[in-house]
């Protein structure tokens, strides 16, 4: 059985982030472990999201360990130590890596895909919102027409 860690980058939308785990879920997927990274200046809205996320969980029978990693605002140094420490951590413990930049900002989500790619051992997800009309809602109440899960993996000269 495979061990899955669910690395979710949370930037301004908390909905992105809950969306797209929703997504990941219902193709079938149960990760084991989930780690929320962010910035300081989210560390508001985390509470709201680890509760979703655990609700989510619960409603598909499974019940993962959610942490936190915080990163320091404006500091892409530091991100870069602590993304590589976490990928490093998760390859050495046998995790396929789930990584969720939906809601990610931009200098945080190319950190995070250049570290996890020095390990080729997991999935990039991003749901795309076909239609801006639908903003902040719950992925159930989103026509499933107006969303698209995509899932991405490493070609074999990634380096």
């Known amino acids: 059985m495979v061990k899955i860690a669910y ?24 990760p084991e472990r989930i780690i929320i990274v962010t910035g300081e200046r989210h560390v508001k809205t985390l509470s709201k999201v680890v509760d979703a996320l655990k609700e989510i969980s619960r409603a598909y029978s499974f019940n993962p360990d959610i ?28 995790y396929t890596i789930e990584l969720d930049i939906t ?14 790619a020095r390990h080729k051992n997991g999935e990039i997800n991003y749901l795309a919102l076909l239609d801006r009309d639908f903003p902040n809602r719950p992925y159930m109440m989103i026509p499933a027409h107006m969303q698209r899960l995509n899932v991405f993996g ?6």
């Not at 908390?14 to 879920?25: D, I, R, S």
């Open 154 to 159: 490493w070609d074999s000269d990634v380096p």
């Open 67 to 94: 942490s936190r990693l915080v990163i320091k605002d404006g500091n892409l140094q530091d991100a870069e130590e602590r993304l590589r420490g976490l990928f490093d951590s998760l390859d050495s413990e046998g």
């Open 103 to 116: 809601s990610g900002r931009k200098a945080m989500v190319a950190l995070a895909v250049l570290k996890m």
């Open 7 to 30: 690395v979710a980058l949370l930037g301004r939308s908390e909905w992105a982030l809950v969306n797209t785990y929703y997504a990941v879920v219902n193709s079938g997927k149960k």
